[in-house]
């Protein structure tokens, strides 16, 4: 079985990579390279989650397996899913290039780690239609992995290649810093607050944390308080959609 077959699983549909590992980030295994910087990019949107007024309307694209849909639905709060991959109870499946609400339907639109999947083109489809069914002055959560992160700064000057968060396969939108930036710019939105995620030391992020992340996550996180926008791996961004 690939990564692109779907199955379903009780009438809820699976694709992609939940047909192989299931509900990953539900199920979080420590020892995941990557584990680390999803825990400390989800303290940061719940920390943001949890200053909005209570009767804000939500909307989680690309929420996978829908952790923050049933974690907040649970609080009481207003939260809805959609995934192109993923179909629950609480997770609709459809696509952020064409979503099915009407205009002005949430207070709030949470993307994260999904606009890199998606070729530039597509990108600037889905933040139209983000922009598009987010009220005026609506806030987009947004991560977006930064191609120019520290160790793919040293990488390129010392090997002649890119440090990608994935492969060109599964990233094919993948950018430095600076043209994410302009990409939400030019789509409407204003950027409010940028948070760095994981700031990738050479030798120390690749060749330790991100073997033992588990055993490691203490230095992974030591760390991320020097993780400035620019240099770190993940950048996530709180926006408000602008007239």
């Known amino acids: 079985m690939n990564t692109t077959q779907k199955v379903a699983k009780g009438g809820c549909f699976r694709g992609w990579e939940y047909a192989v590992r299931g509900d990953y ?15 400390a990019k989800m303290r940061w949107v719940r920390k943001w989650l949890d200053m909005l007024p209570r009767g804000a309307a939500i909307l989680d694209a690309g929420c996978g397996e829908g952790v ?23 997770v609709r499946r459809g696509d952020i290039l064409n979503m099915p609400y009407t ?27 983000i922009w598009r069914v987010l009220r005026p002055s609506g806030n987009l959560i947004i991560s977006i992995p930064n191609l120019a992160h520290l160790n ?25 810093i ?14 409010v607050e940028r948070k760095g995620i994981t700031l990738t030391v050479p030798w120390v992020h690749r060749r330790l944390i991100c073997r033992h992340p588990a055993r490691l996550r203490w230095l992974h996180d ?9 240099l770190a791996m993940i950048v996530l961004y709180r926006c408000l959609r602008r007239e």
């Open 25 to 39: 980030h539900r199920k979080l295994d420590l020892n995941w390279a990557y584990a680390p910087t999803y825990l």
């Open 68 to 90: 923050l849909v049933d974690e907040y639905r649970a609080k009481g709060r207003r939260i809805e899913g959609l995934d192109l991959n993923y179909e629950s109870e609480t």
């Open 222 to 230: 030591f760390l991320d308080r020097f993780a400035v926008p620019s």
């Open 152 to 176: 793919s700064r040293w990488t390129l000057l010392t090997a002649g290649r890119l440090d990608r968060t994935d492969s060109v396969v599964n990233h094919p939108g993948e950018r430095p």
């Open 103 to 129: 205009d002005g339907a949430f207070d709030v639109v949470v993307l994260l780690d999904v606009i890199e999947h998606v070729g530039f083109t597509a990108q600037r489809t889905a933040l139209k239609e």
């Open 178 to 191: 600076r043209e994410s930036v302009n990409m939400l710019l030019e789509a409407g939105f204003d950027i």
